[in-house]
């Protein structure tokens, strides 16, 4: 122990231990959400507000759950839904434990924003897609299948069963929450298919105002995400290209990235996760119109507080904060992406 190698050794090796017993700690196994969605549904066992379905299981055997909340006073037919799909890669954590939070939240809150919602959008979570690949922290299932190169084939258990799952609930819209490996030095972004991948001009219409809400919401939050309209003829094996393109669903991807700045770290992604999430649900809920307003008051401000001193403010100004350029005039201020990088 005295020569100095060997304690630098000992010391890194006790450095490496604690850190990933941290995080380990952190994030929620498979058992655990397991354990916290029976605690909501038995809480919640009068209300009648939260369903927990098993839809399936994992390679390994483990239950991949199906969360569905809503207000059961209200007519589901006359109810908007919108469906969540999260952790199709094991090692893309924060998406898991953003819609945890989320899912406590709407099945346990009074407050009337939450009522208002739930009274005309129904949210349908799967929160962990791949329980295998979660609670082994590997991008895979157990099988090693990419179950997000697995739409067209529906070779996994876990993507038929989730597939199967879409399939009946037909939501308004999907979203499909990632994350970005900590070697991959892209940003945040926002995704979706455009027409040259074959999405119809009203699901790419109605695609491009969630992207310019979620886009917007988040600024007011300060965080920012660039805003990507995929174009080309790979084949449709992702989720966010699958379910517009074979399906004609309005389908999102959301990825934050994982490593880098403080800015990255989890309760950060998790926010992220939980706003674009809401945007999209407030959207649904009818309150375009609210959310638009929200936007251009947090531009206004912000351009008054960037000003003060100087000149005033015209009307019509354009935002001091970073909008990422609109690629072409058509595009809604969203970037083109004609290769596939994923
Ligand atoms: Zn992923």
New binding site residues.
């Given amino acids: 122990m005295k020569h100095p190698v060997i304690r630098i050794a000992v010391l890194l090796s006790i450095l490496v231990l604690f850190s990933a017993n941290v995080s380990a700690a952190t994030l929620t196994s498979h058992k655990k959400m397991m354990a916290q969605l029976a605690l909501l549904s038995k809480k919640d066992a009068n209300a009648g507000r939260v369903s927990v379905v098993n839809i399936g299981t994992s390679v390994k055997g483990r239950d991949i759950p199906l969360v569905i909340i809503t207000d059961p006073a209200v007519p589901e037919e006359s109810k908007k839904r919108l469906f969540i799909i999260c952790r199709?890669?094991g090692d893309?954590p924060a998406t898991t434990e953003a819609m945890l939070r989320l899912i406590s939240r709407l099945a346990v809150l009074e407050d009337q924003d939450v009522a208002d919602i739930l009274s005309k959008v129904s949210f349908y979570f799967v929160p962990m897609v791949n329980p295998d690949g979660a609670d082994a922290f590997r991008?895979k299932n157990a099988n090693g299948a990419d179950l997000?190169r697995d739409w067209i084939n529906l070779s996994q258990p876990e993507t038929r069963c989730v597939w199967a799952a879409i399939d009946a609930a037909a939501p308004d819209v999907l979203l499909d929450m990632?994350?970005l490996s900590p070697g991959n030095r892209t940003g945040d972004f926002i995704e979706s298919a455009g027409a040259l991948c074959g999405a119809t001009d009203g699901v790419v219409k109605e695609t491009t105002i969630l992207q310019n809400l979620v886009v917007g919401m988040l600024h007011t939050h300060d965080m920012a995400v660039r805003s990507v309209r995929i174009n080309d003829r790979a084949p449709a094996r992702l989720a966010h290209r699958y379910f517009p393109i074979r399906e004609g669903l309005k389908t999102l991807l959301l990825?934050t990235r994982q490593a880098g700045a403080r800015k990255y770290q989890l309760a950060y992604r998790m926010e992220l996760h939980v706003i674009g999430a809401m945007t999209v649900a407030k959207y649904l809920a009818g309150q375009q119109g609210e959310l638009e307003a929200r936007i251009a008051d947090y531009y206004a401000r912000k351009y008054n507080v960037a000003s003060r001193g100087k000149k005033p403010a015209k009307k019509n100004q354009q935002p001091p904060v970073k909008v990422e350029p609109a690629a072409d005039k058509s595009s809604g201020g969203i970037e083109i992406k004609i290769e596939q990088q994923q």
Avoid: G, P
Wanted: aromatic share 0%; hydrophobic share 0%.
């Fill in positions: 199709q890669h893309e991008r997000n990632h994350e990825e």
